[in-house]
Nanobody
Framework: QVQLVESGGGLVQAGGSLRLSCAAS????????MGWFRQAPGKERESVAA????????YATDSVKGRFTISRDNAKNTVYLLMNSLKPEDTAVYYC????????????WGQGTQVTVSS
C-alpha cells in the first residue's frame, strides 16, 4: 500500500505561481510512474501531467504545456508540479497518483489539494 500526501495548494491571483508537492510513503516510489490530475466542479477528472519512474520522460496536457512542469526527487520520495502563469480555469482539486499504467489508470491516489486562481 502506498500513501500519498499532497501539499502546496492555495489561493493565488491569475498570473501567479504555485508548487504542489506529493510525498509518498513507499520505499519503492522510484519504481512508479507518477501523475498529477485535477477535477474542477462539475467536470470530469483530467490528467494534467505525468512522469516516468526514471524521470526522463514527462507528459503534460495541452492546456498546461509551457506553464506547468512535473518533476520528481526519488531520494525524497516526492513528485512536484510547478505551476506558472496560472489562470482562473486552472482552479480545481489537484490529485497526485502513483503506479500509473496509463494517463488515466493509477493504483494509488492522494486526498487532493485545492488550487484556486482568482481573476
Amino acid at each position: 500500500q502506498v500513501q500519498l500526501v499532497e501539499s502546496g495548494g492555495g489561493l493565488v491571483q491569475a498570473g501567479g505561481s504555485l508548487r504542489l508537492s506529493c510525498a509518498a510513503s513507499s520505499r519503492t516510489f522510484s519504481n512508479y510512474d507518477m501523475g498529477w490530475f485535477r477535477q474542477a466542479p462539475g467536470k470530469e477528472r483530467e490528467s494534467v501531467a505525468a512522469i516516468k519512474w526514471f524521470g526522463g520522460s514527462t507528459y503534460a496536457t495541452d492546456s498546461v504545456k509551457g506553464r506547468f512542469t512535473i518533476s520528481r526527487d526519488n531520494a525524497k520520495n516526492t513528485v512536484y508540479l510547478l505551476m506558472n502563469s496560472l489562470k482562473p480555469e486552472d482552479t480545481a482539486v489537484y490529485y497526485c497518483a502513483a503506479h500509473c499504467s496509463s494517463l488515466t489508470t493509477c493504483d494509488y491516489w492522494g486526498q487532493g489539494t485545492q488550487v484556486t486562481v482568482s481573476s
